[in-house]
């Protein structure tokens, strides 16, 4: 044990993503939604133990999902934390439905994950994996009705997804992390 690491800047990273996430429940889950960002978090740090990307991981969705600003970010952690986060927020146009926009969203986070810097591709795969496992779990139980509970109803929307993702992901192909995805999502979309 390293009793002289210093965990101040994730530790209010931590208690900043718990208070964002205050009260809201992981989509059909029944459990609090800060259990996603801090499973993020834990993948993250089987890859790296630098604090500021284990930061980006735990705030990963406080600007999607919370109305965090970047700026908000910056202010508070600093540029290197806000530009990794901004990189793993997918935006909305005004007037634009979630379902409406699910493949444009996608695709532009597909693409930016293919020329994203490794440190970036590190906190998404937190995210994408978390995610991952959550669909393998599910897929278990639910069979293909699973694809139901999403605003992207078609099974094979998601299979592009993600073997896209495993494809811009595939720099990443020396960690663990990265081989857990590439697995799940071949045992899901078989």
């Given at each position: ?86 990189s793993e927020s997918d935006s909305l146009n005004a007037g634009e439905s979630e379902g409406e926009s699910w ?84 045992k899901v979309f078989k």
């Amino acid at each position: 044990m390293n009793a002289n690491l210093d965990t101040s800047l994730l530790d209010r990273a931590i208690v900043f993503a718990v208070r964002a996430h205050s009260g809201t429940e992981r989509r059909g889950k029944g459990f609090p939604y800060i259990v996603h960002p801090m499973e993020a978090m834990e993948i993250v740090a089987s890859i790296t133990p630098d604090q500021e990307l284990l930061a980006a991981a735990a705030l990963h969705d406080v600007v999607e999902d919370c109305g965090i600003t970047i700026d908000t970010l910056r202010d508070e952690f600093g540029d290197r934390i806000a530009s990794l986060v901004a990189s793993e927020s997918d935006s909305l146009n005004a007037g634009e439905s979630e379902g409406e926009s699910w493949k444009r969203r996608k695709q532009e986070g597909i693409d930016r994950l293919a020329r994203a810097s490794r440190d970036e591709k590190i906190v998404a795969i937190g995210d994408k994996l978390s995610n991952m496992r959550a669909i393998a779990r599910d897929y278990e139980k639910l069979g293909d009705a699973l694809w139901n509970l999403f605003h992207e109803k078609r099974r094979s929307e998601h299979e592009w997804r993600y073997r896209s993702l495993a494809e811009a992901f595939r720099s990443l192909d020396d960690t663990d992390a990265f081989r857990e995805f590439e697995y799940l999502v071949n045992k899901v979309f078989k």
